[in-house]
């Protein structure tokens, strides 16, 4: 069942829907205890005309005074903690009275928000700031209406699971805990939920012996070596679309590179090998490359002699999560708006279930 309003009232609060409401006593968290008598229909509050015995689209309180919209109509109450109270003179009256930006709310709102000094109207995907006092309209803010979005409840969520072929000792767990603490402080900041999965001990297995000295060839994306393949098929508890960081003792490279990361995996088994270092942003720097971010900058080799963005130590490049030594110049690193936009477009992030 739906609500489609709530009320503050001091000790009491309300909640409507359709043509009834609760009355609920409660303090600041939990569910509280609905009073006696309740669920009781909203025409019990006798307001004019019948207004509202149907159903209310939003209730805002104002200290001594309430407010229930309905359509492109509103009531003033005066009442206290408990009862309907008395409706103010003229009322109902037409929310355009309100006289807020381009007509915002004149034919209805979703939802009303008492917050002291200020006070919230939502509509659609919008909303206003209006700073009033107990009653009349009050002053809409500079920049409303605005998006809701700003509020960051869009967000979306990744999970991630860690397999260790080396023996999961408190120096390694510390280290796995710290990687993950750190990637998910750094990718709430874009609106990215981390979800801590399982954490696996796979240094007993005589079968995977040989991979803790890992070969990624070249680490080059969309090109695992058998290795890679042989380890990253070990999912055990990770579901389709999960991240797994795999920690290894060592990263074998074809072109001598010293890898303490390698982000290249077989299709359908996203996921990273990391090598255990005092990087506290190496598992997020890897997952960002999973999640489709490549380096801001290249350092020339034999291989790339001239990259078409070279890397300067110690400028803006090396702020960034991407920079690709790991060498952050002001930790935390710093994800580039156009970056956040391509993880959360990834299909490995996944709307969170609000």
């Known amino acids: 069942m739906a609500i489609d309003a709530a009320l503050y009232s001091g000790s009491k609060c309300y909640f409507f829907h359709g043509s009834q409401y609760l009355r609920v006593t409660r303090g600041d968290t939990g569910p509280g205890t609905v009073d006696s008598g309740y669920p009781a229909p909203i025409s019990n509050w006798g307001w004019p005309g019948g207004f509202g015995a149907g159903g209310i689209d939003a209730a805002l309180y104002s200290r001594s005074k309430c407010y229930f919209f309905k359509g492109n109509r509103y009531v003033r109450v005066t009442r206290g903690d408990t009862g309907p109270g008395t409706v103010d003179p003229g009322y109902p009256a037409p929310i355009s009275n309100w006289g807020w930006p381009g007509g915002f709310g004149a034919a209805g709102i979703d939802a009303a928000l008492y917050s002291g000094s200020k006070c919230y109207f939502f509509k659609g995907n919008q909303y206003v700031r209006v700073t009033r006092g107990d009653t009349g309209p009050g002053t809409v803010d500079p920049g409303y209406p605005a998006p ?9 969520f990744i999970r991630i699971h860690f397999k260790s072929l080396l023996p999961v000792t408190p120096a390694l767990g510390q280290f796995m805990d710290t990687q993950f603490t750190e990637l998910q402080k ?14 696996e001990d796979l240094s007993g ?15 080059l994306l969309g090109q695992p070596t058998q290795e890679q393949r042989d380890l990253f098929s070990h999912r055990n508890g990770a579901g389709g679309n999960d991240l797994v960081v795999y920690v290894v003792q060592t990263l074998v490279s074809t072109n001598n590179s ?17 090598v255990q270092n005092s990087a506290r942003w190496l598992t997020a720097h890897e997952v960002g490359h999973v999640l489709g971010l490549r380096h801001v900058c290249e350092f020339p080799s034999p291989q790339n002699p001239s990259p078409n963005v070279a890397c ?43």
């Open 148 to 156: 809701i979005s700003n509020w960051g409840w869009e967000r979306e």
């Open 186 to 199: 750094l990718y709430a900041t874009v609106h990215i939920d981390a979800r801590r999965g399982s954490t």
């Open 205 to 219: 297995d005589p079968n995977l012996s040989s991979l803790i000295a890992l070969d990624v060839g070249r680490c």
């Open 258 to 274: 010293n890898f303490v990361g390698c982000a290249t995996h077989p299709d359908g088994q996203p996921g990273a090998a990391v």
């Open 312 to 354: 300067v130590a110690g400028s803006n490049q090396s702020d960034r999560l991407m920079f690709p030594n790991v060498q952050w110049t002001h930790p935390p690193p710093d994800i580039a708006g156009a970056e956040a936009t391509t993880m959360l477009a990834s299909g490995l992030t996944r709307p969170l279930p609000f």
